[in-house]
């Protein structure tokens, strides 16, 4: 067992599944994320269980105080530290942003606005990455410009985390990181990503900020420097990436945007 202070003293690195296991430093996380407005006690709380509502909390948490802890899997004391000092922020609204809960979904021309609008609201708004945003869309959804669901995606290692959306979101830390910011529960029901409202988000967002895979619109497509090829690398690699490139230029040769 350890406590927060214990691991800051000590400079103690603690993986994930330790972490949950620890049923009293559970407890005094649970309560310090009481204090933030991310855990609200119930009639027995803090309890030390590791739960949905504790997991989701501290993802939030970690993601205001821009801590990477669930994407590595180490909490050590920089996290202790940032738990301990609660004056540092105040309660944590449970969402930072505003979904587009007016895009119900629509054809190829309507989508295009729709990322358009999105874009303009997120500060995506050059010609050039609006046009690639479209073109990942259209290899991502097979051309039905669609939130799909991979195909197979049950059968997959990492189910239910398969991929989903307007983009291929995979993998539960990508789920937990896209939960936290929207205020939602995307780890205990994954199919809330097939939402066109949320959908959208997720893909300009995460285009715009390098939320996939570190790689980001403005690192390939800035002002006049254009690279639709390496752009691939904002997704998966250079997977098919000539064959996108050929989709964002047809994109910049229509009036759309």
């Known amino acids: 067992m350890s406590t ?10 603690i993986q994930f599944n330790d972490l949950k296991g620890d ?10 994320l009481n204090k933030h407005g991310l855990y609200t006690f119930g009639p027995s709380d803090p309890d030390g269980e590791w739960g949905p509502r504790t997991e989701t909390g501290l993802e939030k948490f970690c993601d205001a105080v821009h801590l990477n802890c669930f994407d590595t899997g180490l909490f050590g004391p920089t996290f202790a530290e940032a738990l ?3 004056t540092a922020i105040g309660p944590i ?7 587009p809960t ?8 309507a989508l295009a606005a729709a990322v358009a609008r999105e874009g303009a609201k997120q500060g995506v708004t050059l010609r050039n990455q ?18 799909i669901a991979e195909y197979g995606g049950k059968h997959k290692r990492y189910a239910p985390y398969y991929g989903r959306g307007y983009v291929q979101l995979t993998l539960k830390g990508n789920y937990a990181k896209y939960g936290a910011l929207l205020g939602q529960n995307f780890v205990n029901s994954p199919n809330q990503v097939m939402q066109p409202d949320v959908s959208l ?18 690192d390939y497509i800035s002002g006049s420097d254009v690279d ?7 997704v998966n690699g250079l997977d098919r990436a000539t064959l996108i490139q050929g989709y964002a230029i047809a994109w910049r040769a229509t009036t759309v945007f």
């Open 4 to 13: 927060l202070n214990e691991i800051v003293d000590d400079k103690l690195v």
């Open 23 to 32: 049923d009293e430093l559970v407890k005094e996380i649970q309560s310090i």
């Open 84 to 86: 301990l000092d609660t």
């Open 93 to 99: 609204a449970p969402s930072r942003f505003a979904l």
């Open 102 to 109: 007016w895009w119900h979904g629509g054809d190829k021309d």
């Open 130 to 147: 609006l046009c690639y945003i479209m073109a990942t869309i259209q290899h991502e959804t097979a051309h039905t410009y669609k939130p």
């Open 201 to 218: 988000f997720i893909i300009v967002h995460g285009m715009k900020h390098g939320a996939f895979t570190g790689k980001k619109l403005d």
């Open 228 to 234: 639709f090829i390496r752009a691939r690398k904002i």
